[in-house]
């Protein structure tokens, strides 16, 4: 059963609640992916950085308890006892919190920020 985050319309209010609670929490490099049909797993991911271990897991929790408070439901979450990286999974929107170092090393926005290759297009 998807989370009441993964409804279409409260897709556009779980983005504002969690670039709010982002901004809030003074995450810095915030950037917005629509995923919409790129991906089976959501439809919008957000990546983040915190400035150390301590500052990526405040600005986890306290995104948990934005979506929490704004009635989006629970979100699941990896990786908070490390810090790292932290993947907050609220049904239709993922939220990744890294410490830069980490960010810099996956580079995850790169991959999901790639033009759609066309239909049949073979590599």
Same mark, same amino acid.
């Given at each position: ?8 319309? /409260? ?27 790129? /991906? ?8 983040? /950085? ?31 006892? /490390? ?41």
């Amino acid at each position: 059963m998807p989370s009441p985050a993964g409804t279409s319309e /409260s897709l556009p209010r779980a983005v504002a609640t969690a670039l709010a609670s982002l901004e809030d929490s003074k995450a810095e490099n915030i950037v917005s992916i629509d995923i919409q049909g790129k /991906s089976p797993l959501a439809d919008h991911m957000i990546v983040a /950085s915190g400035r150390s271990h301590r500052h990526v897991s405040a600005v986890a929790d306290h995104l948990i308890r934005a979506f929490k408070d704004a009635g989006l439901g629970s979100a699941r979450v990896e990786g908070l006892s /490390s810090a790292d990286w932290v993947l907050i999974d609220a049904g239709d929107i993922i939220v990744h919190v890294f410490r830069p170092e980490v960010r810099e090393f996956y580079n995850i926005e790169k991959m999901w920020q790639a033009p759609d290759l066309e239909e049949g297009t073979v590599h």
